[in-house]
């Protein structure tokens, strides 16, 4: 004798919203929180990296020549200045 199939709700898996399984659901739900966390450690490294880098940059500025000194001569005097091993001041 040939057992017959009743069509049954434990045959059909219910559809919760929109027509989808609680499955593929699930499936949905890993894969966006999956892709938020990625974009967030994307955006908490670049967080970092600006926290990281430095906000004040030392330099020592050209001087600017004197009312006694004429255009021509001013850059020769700050290259001068700058190579007689003047400590500098921080």
Same mark, same amino acid.
Request: aromatic share 14%.
């Given at each position: 004798m040939k057992k017959e199939e009743?069509?049954?709700?434990?045959?059909e898996q219910p559809t919760v919203v929109f027509g989808r399984t609680t499955r593929e659901l699930l499936v949905i739900l890993v894969g966006?929180?999956?892709a938020?966390?990625?974009?967030?450690?994307?955006w908490?490294?670049?967080g970092v990296f600006y926290f990281l880098t430095p906000k004040v940059y030392l330099y020592m500025p050209l001087e600017e020549p004197g009312?006694?000194? &004429?255009?021509a001569n001013a850059?020769?005097?700050?290259l001068s200045k700058a &190579?007689?091993?003047?400590?500098?001041?921080y």
């Open positions: 009743f069509p049954t709700f434990l045959n966006l929180t999956g938020y966390l990625v974009w967030t450690k994307e908490a490294a670049i009312e006694n000194e &004429s255009g850059p020769q005097y700050q &190579s007689e091993g003047e400590d500098d001041e």
